[in-house]
């Protein structure tokens, strides 16, 4: 909202929401392609256009994963600082040191559950948290927000820094509903798949999407273009409530950053969060690093990829107005990229000359 303002990022969230819905129903109705089940979507993409495509659709998830976790991290360790600045504001503890211990416990984590259906009853505490989270978020800027003077809602920068960060926050709006990892949760879903798959998805992007429509208009509303990208850091309020939705929003962070033996788990996943951590300590820019990953990763697997696949599987039922438009889609949407992928890294350029490396944000 910062980047955008209030027309450009109500119309941009609510576009953002009606995009990302089609672009998922198009992957969910190639989940019985072929007459084959495909459970994952490097399987869908190998299956339609072969063994490249296999490995090009899995690296993209990967880094997309990468980058998510990464992210995360950042979300985890502004949490943890932002707990301990509540009750010793000393500058002993870095934003870097609460980083790495975030990476450590989100590998602990990782470790100790060995796939996505293996989480069980974590996803039951995950939505709690989740809904404490947004509950006391929304009531604190609602509450800042009736006591506070005026806001300038003004968008910040120069003209060419304005340029760049509405490009980048379109890519931002993107990460915002979408994973690239609809193949492998509609594997969980029970028969009959594809329906239940689209009852999930018009839940999700319709009344799903409400509170954290709640949360975003009222923290914009409540602290204008001076907004956190970490809202919680805004808000003012008892420090025992702030305290509560900050380890809420920690303790989410946890869950959240998941995909067979032991050992396994133990090298390659701590490993991996190893180096996600080490990233996410040396450059904590959150809306930065989200914005790079709409741009090379979230964008292309869930806008590029599923349309170009939809016309790929369907080409024979499709009448040359539908194939149009989904050219249009792969057209617009890889240019998009490109273009938000530049923006991202110039905004990480900048931000990394304005901060050190681990810097404390």
Known sequence: ???????????????????????????????????????????????????????????????????????????????????????RDDDTMKLPYFIAITGFVCAMFAIGVPHLSALRIWLGISALLTLVYLVITFTLTLKDGIND???????????????????????????????????????TIRQPVVKNTMKALYFQFTIGAVPMYAVIFAGYWAYGSSTSTYLLSSVSGPDWVKTLANVTAFLQTIISLHPKNLSFRILF????????????????????????????????????????????AKNNKLNSLQKSWHWLNVCFFGLMSIAAAIAALRLIAVHSKDYNVFADL
């Not at 998830?61 to 990468?66: A, E, I, K």
């Not at 003077?149 to 709006?173: E, H, M, Q, V, W």
């Open 269 to 312: 996943r701590g490993g991996y969060l190893t180096i996600n951590t080490l990233m996410a300590a040396l450059l904590p820019f959150l809306g930065d690093i989200q914005s790079l990953t709409g741009a090379i990763s979230t964008i292309p697997l869930t806008f590029i990829l599923a349309n170009h696949m939809y016309l790929m």
């Open 1 to 87: 909202m910062v980047p955008l303002g209030w027309a450009p990022g109500v119309v941009g969230l609510l576009a953002a929401a009606a995009i990302s819905l089609y672009a998922n129903m198009l992957l969910a109705k190639l989940h019985l392609h072929g007459g084959k089940r495909h459970i994952r979507y490097r399987d869908l993409a190998g299956y339609i256009y072969g063994r490249r495509a296999y490995c090009l659709t899995w690296g993209l998830q990967y880094v997309n994963l990468f980058m998510i976790n990464a992210g995360f991290i950042i979300l985890g360790g502004s949490a943890l600082k932002a707990v301990y600045v509540l009750f």
């Open 149 to 187: 003077p005026p806001r300038d809602y003004s968008i910040p920068g120069t003209r060419t820094g304005k340029i760049f960060s509405t490009i980048g926050a379109c890519a931002n709006l993107v990460f915002v509903y979408n994973s690239g990892m609809l193949p492998e949760i509609q594997a």
